[in-house]
């Protein structure tokens, strides 16, 4: 919080340390929702323009700077999904040569990480974000609502749909491997590549 105050008061070192403490929380939901690591980088500093710019209007009353900077970052990655086509992108980031460096298990694993990132990508815009922030950013329902601005019964009945259509897409396209620990219960959690 007292980075929060310094940076407010225009504390320049404040706000540098503030972007280093929460640049991989902006890049990796940004690549989330983006699937692109070129494209996440740029969300990563249009959110902290922003930031720089509307800091003064955070108010910890309201929540945790983390969810307002949650809020920020989906919104931004909402706009650019609805001004490109197609709507909806692969998460294929993986080279071969990472994958050549990987044990058979590994191998496996990535396999099923590549479905499981495929299946979500193929999730509309609105169940896509409570999936990557309830899954993936391991937000509250109480978060996700504010940061989509959505009530709450919204963010539970769309996981809850989202949910559905992942085990059905997953039956579908492995017959059933993965889609049974697919659960509330689980998280989603892979690896984000970085741009160079």
């Not at 972007?19 to 969300?43: C, I, P, Q, R, S």
């Not at 980031?93 to 495929?118: I, K």
């Amino acid at each position: 919080m007292d980075l929060i105050r310094r940076s407010q008061g225009g504390d320049e070192e404040a706000f540098a340390a503030l972007f280093h403490k929460y640049k991989n929380l902006v890049y990796k939901t940004a690549y989330l929702m983006l699937g692109d690591a070129n494209e996440a980088e740029d969300v990563l500093q249009e959110v902290f323009i922003q930031v720089y710019k509307s800091l003064h209007t955070f108010q910890p009353t309201k929540g945790a700077f983390t969810t307002w900077l949650h809020r920020i970052t989906v919104n931004r990655c909402l706009n650019r999904r609805r001004k490109r086509l197609p709507p909806f992108l692969s998460l294929d980031e993986s080279s071969p040569s990472s994958l050549a460096s990987r044990s058979p298990s590994s191998e496996s694993r990535t396999v099923e990480e590549e479905v499981v990132r495929q299946a979500v990508s193929r999730l509309s815009e609105k169940q896509r974000a409570v999936v990557i922030l309830r899954y993936y950013r391991e937000l509250a329902y109480s978060e996700v609502a504010y940061i989509l601005d959505i009530p709450l019964g919204t963010v539970k009945s769309r996981l809850n749909l989202a949910l559905r259509t992942l085990r059905k897409e997953l039956e579908r396209e492995t017959g059933n491997a993965l889609a049974k620990p697919l659960s509330t219960n689980k998280r989603l959690d892979y690896e984000v590549p970085r741009s160079e």
